[in-house]
């Protein structure tokens, strides 16, 4: 098995997602996130980014909703990628924390909203995918 990575749990393999170098290079650099999902609507890292400032500027809704697209777009990547719908979705692989700050955001938002059964599965669906997003984002 040289060169092959054995999975001895018996799950699915991690999905990692492809990176997107110039999305995630301007938003390190500083670049409006409203710029860069205007140019990389794909990139979920841009959707978590405006999610997270929208929310702490008290726009939950909007926080939402940026969450939500996020969300969408992560799992739209991930399907291409190869996930089935479950198994883990590493955080150690930089191109993943997009959907996942996604993932967490949506959650935040929808507990801020009362939307207590969407909050749950957000959590729930979080720690599955990343034990180390749960922890860093929970």
Not at 11 to 40: I, K, M, Q, S
Not at 92 to 104: D, K, S, T
Request: net charge negative; proline share 8%.
């Amino acid at each position: 098995m040289t060169g092959m990575t054995q999975n001895l749990l018996g799950g699915p393999p991690p999905t990692e997602l492809p990176d997107n170098a110039d999305a995630r290079t301007a938003l390190d650099d500083g670049t409006d996130p409203v710029e860069v999902a205007a140019r990389h609507p794909e990139y979920p890292g841009a959707w978590a980014a405006l999610a997270d400032r929208a929310f702490a500027a008290g726009g939950v809704i909007e926080s939402y909703a940026y969450a939500r697209t996020g969300y969408h777009r992560g799992l739209d990547a991930l399907r291409r990628a190869g996930w089935k719908g479950q198994g883990p979705v590493p955080w150690e692989h930089e191109p993943n924390q997009g959907f996942l700050r996604a993932l967490a955001a949506l959650g935040r938002a929808a507990a801020a909203i009362g939307e207590d059964a969407e909050a749950v599965r957000c959590r729930t669906f979080l720690r599955d995918s990343s034990p180390t997003a749960a922890d860093l984002l929970g």
